[in-house]
T-cell receptor, first 115, second 117 residues
Framework: TQLLEQSPQFLSIQEGENLTVYCNSS?????LQWYRQEPGEGPVLLVT?????EVKKLKRLTFQFGDARKDSSLHITAAQPGDTGLYLC???????????????FGQGTILTVHP | KAGVTQTPRYLIKTRGQQVTLSCSPI?????VSWYQQTPGQGLQFLFE???????NKGNFPGRFSGRQFSNSRSEMNVSTLELGDSALYLC????????????????FGPGTRLTVL
């Protein structure tokens, strides 16, 4: 069974601070996706990382995929109240060259950014 | 392009009843996956349908079932509801095949909030 350990579970910071969320596993993933979810809504895809060591930037958000494709991180620079939400990492494994629509999710990080 | 739609958005049922949830994927997407989200367990995979066939299944009891129609729309059914089935049920659509030979991005609907009394 593949597991994704996400930390921290809760993060409460002031506007302007930086933060990092970690996603770790003992399993190798073919790709890893980061989502952000608002209360009562579905997760919204932020980014997909595929290659070991890959770094992607989305404005103030920086996503990194570990060299061994077992871990990933999300770094937010100068957090703003609008960044508040649940952040989820999700890993996918492609079996036999065919993509199966199954994502393994981390437990999520609830981020609160205070003005 | 319209996103993933789910109906109904909210549902209240009593124990022992059954329920059917509906999901319409993004146009052109052939895969629909279903997930259950609860505060205690987080997001857990239920099953995936691709071209009207169940292609993958999670560790849920047989009370949870689904199907997919020729237009890729999918329904999920839960029979003999239990209190523990109260959750946000999410569906996600995707192409169902690897993009660039590497990945398959899933896009989620807003979910159906099911409350079992």
């Amino acid at each position: 069974t593949q597991l994704l350990e996400q930390s921290p579970q809760f993060l409460s910071i002031q506007e302007g601070e930086n933060l990092t969320v970690y996603c770790n596993s003992s399993s190798v993933f073919s790709s890893l996706q980061w989502y952000r979810q608002e209360p009562g809504e579905g997760p919204v895809l932020l980014v997909t990382v595929v290659t070991g060591g890959e770094v992607k930037k989305l404005k103030r958000l920086t996503f990194q995929f570990g060299d061994a494709r077992k871990d990933s991180s999300l770094h937010i620079t100068a957090a703003q109240p609008g960044d508040t939400g649940l952040y989820l990492c999700a890993g996918a494994t492609n079996a036999g060259g065919t993509s199966y629509g199954k994502l393994t999710f981390g437990q999520g990080t609830i981020l609160t950014v205070h003005p | 392009k319209a996103g993933v739609t789910q109906t109904p958005r909210y549902l209240i049922k009593t124990r022992g009843q059954q329920v059917t949830l509906s999901c319409s994927p993004i146009s052109g997407h052939r895969s629909v996956s279903w997930y259950q989200q609860t505060p205690g367990q987080g997001l857990q995979f239920l099953f995936e349908y691709f071209s009207e066939t169940q292609r993958n299944k999670g560790n849920f009891p047989g009370r949870f079932s689904g199907r997919q129609f020729s237009n890729s729309r999918s329904e999920m059914n839960v029979s003999t509801l239990e209190l523990g089935d109260s959750a946000l049920y999410l569906c996600a659509s995707s192409m169902g095949r690897l993009a660039g030979g590497r990945y398959n991005e899933q896009f989620f609907g807003p979910g159906t909030r099911l409350t079992v009394l």
